[in-house]
């Protein structure tokens, strides 16, 4: 088996909440990390939060994965900067929305969530999937939310069709590719998610999560899994186990 040291994870939507909790683990774990964003500002927060002692390891790219054009020029460059890739966490389909009911919204808007939720989801993984999915000891993994089976709360409609769609998305993959040989999962949230300073109930801290799929992706003993995780104790057994 590869050492940490040896892979090169891509985190994609590392530069949000849920995300940079993952980076932070996969860095402490010794992996090398890369992280893509639109926003060079949220690189250089990301940056800030990391312990200097895994500078060293991180690589930013500024780029959009959010159009095919983008995810594959975005790609490219990553490539040519850090070479060859062995794991792909993305976080895409996992964040928040609560504008209000369908009826005050605009099809503009319901757009612009299945862009951050579904869309944004596909067009990442169609451009690096292929980097990873022949490799049997690399990984894809999908972090979704709850939110996808539910309304979470009045005014969150548009994140459940956009969540929904993710996890759809999801589903689907498993069912085209059920011979590829990477290790192809699918953590599912079924709780709120927020940095420390910002916990309520119903929530766990990112650092758990990223705790948790980093796990997942250092063991690589479970393939075409959903990995349901509803309590914090089910973040602490994929931590420690890998798998639930």
């Not at 250092?218 to 349901?228: G, I, P, T, W």
Request: net charge neutral.
């Amino acid at each position: 088996m590869s050492a940490a040291s040896d892979r090169l994870v891509v985190v994609l939507g590392g530069a949000g909440t849920v995300g940079s909790g993952i980076v932070k683990a996969l860095l402490e774990k010794g992996f090398r990390v890369a992280v893509i964003s639109r926003d060079g500002s949220r690189l250089e927060k990301l940056r800030h939060f990391l312990p200097a002692s895994t500078h060293d390891r991180l690589h930013t790219l500024i780029g959009d994965v959010g159009s095919e054009e983008g995810a594959e020029t975005a790609q490219g460059a990553l490539l040519k900067s850090v070479g060859q890739v062995s794991d792909v966490v993305s976080s895409l389909g996992f964040s928040w929305w609560q504008g209000g009911p369908p009826h005050a919204q605009s099809l503009k808007e319901l757009r612009r969530v299945l862009d951050m939720l579904l869309l944004s989801t596909f067009t990442a993984w169609k451009a690096f999937f292929p980097l990873v999915k022949d490799n049997p000891n690399g990984t894809y993994t999908f972090i979704t939310g709850g939110a996808g089976e539910r309304l979470l709360m009045p005014g969150t409609g548009f994140l459940t069709l956009g969540a929904a769609g993710a996890l759809a998305f999801c589903q689907v993959l498993r069912e085209e590719y059920p011979e590829v040989p990477c290790k192809l999962n699918e953590v599912r949230i079924n709780m709120g998610v927020a940095t420390p300073q910002r916990l309520g109930p119903g929530y766990v801290s990112h650092l758990e999560v990223g705790r948790a799929v980093a796990s997942l992706v250092e063991k690589r003993r479970v393939s075409q899994a959903v990995l349901s995780v509803g309590t914090p104790a089910d973040l602490k057994t994929l931590a420690a186990e890998g798998e639930l």
